[in-house]
């Protein structure tokens, strides 16, 4: 199992709300970490390896090109090219 590092942590603590609109999951990095590896969050290194992603675990993606699935409420850039994605 993958580590979650401090920007990772970061980025899902001040964007959770794109997924989780009516409450917060996490107010601490340790909550945030806790919560990810709950659900087996997944960070990759690139757009092209969350198309992959959505592709291996097959799910549907109505033929959504790869800006629309980085715009997917369960993926949250990162901001240094890496991106995590959260199933809820």
């Not at 409420?73 to 995590?84: H, P, Q, S, T």
């Amino acid at each position: 199992m993958q580590g979650y590092d401090e920007a990772v942590l970061t980025c899902f603590l001040e964007n959770q709300g794109k997924l989780f609109p009516e409450e917060d999951v996490a107010s601490s990095l340790e909550e945030a970490e806790a919560f990810l590896e709950e659900c087996m969050a997944v960070v990759v290194d690139s757009a092209e390896e969350v198309q992959e992603y959505f592709e291996e675990e097959g799910l549907d993606m109505d033929g959504a090109g790869l800006e629309e699935l980085l715009e997917a409420d369960e993926v949250f850039d990162v901001g240094d090219g890496r991106y995590l994605i959260v199933e809820g």
